[in-house]
């Protein structure tokens, strides 16, 4: 089983420092998934528009599907 990870950077420096990003993991294939599962809610719809445009990672990972 291939293990897909998401990194997510918090870059508001106001908020966090830039030394120091936040990052967490998100498995690709349950995210896939789910919001492929839920795509007539129009949160789902949105959030896989930002995910697509603005994470090189997932824009891979769904175009690979």
Do not use: W
């Amino acid at each position: 089983l291939k293990r897909v990870l998401f990194f997510f950077f918090i870059s508001d420096s106001s908020a966090f420092s830039s030394s120091n990003p936040h990052t967490f993991q998100i498995n690709f294939n349950s995210l896939y998934t789910t919001l492929c599962e839920q795509q007539k809610s129009d949160q789902a719809t949105l959030l896989l528009y930002m995910l697509l445009h603005q994470n090189g990672n997932v824009r891979t990972y769904v175009l690979a599907r």
